[in-house]
């Protein structure tokens, strides 16, 4: 059983940064690759990133490769999803999830875990 708590969202402007971190509880963080979604109004849940338990492999979604970095620290049980030059499109709940078997992969349905969301609001 891991238990997953977003932290760090908020408003910010246009070309703005956040970082959002997402806190695991549970000894076997460290066995979990992990992702992170989000879900704009009206709008289905889509990929953000993801990290293999490791750290050592990373995949993002098209829209914020360059932009937005994925990272993990297994000593503190802690996922973290760097945000920079935020835009209004970036508006969106986000959630992080863990999946046992992935690294980090793309497609939500084989994540075992989910977080409650945080919101990030960019404004223009």
């Known amino acids: 059983q891991v238990q997953l708590a977003e932290s760090g969202g908020g408003s910010v402007q246009a070309g703005g940064s956040l970082r959002l971190s997402c806190a695991a509880s549970?000894?076997?963080?460290?066995?979990?690759?992990m992702g992170w979604f989000r879900q704009a109004p009206g709008k289905e849940r889509e990929f953000v990133a993801g990290?293999?338990?490791?750290?050592?492999?990373?995949n993002y979604a098209d829209s914020v490769k360059g932009r937005f970095t994925i990272s993990r620290d297994n000593n503190k049980n802690t996922v973290y999803l760097q945000m920079n030059s935020l835009k209004p499109e970036d508006t969106a709940v986000y959630y992080c999830a863990a999946d046992l078997w992935g690294g980090g992969r793309s497609d939500e349905r084989p994540y075992d875990y989910w977080g409650q969301g945080t919101q990030v609001t960019v404004s223009s």
């Open positions: 990290i293999s338990w490791s750290g050592s492999s990373t």
């Open positions: 549970g000894r076997t963080f460290s066995t979990y690759a």
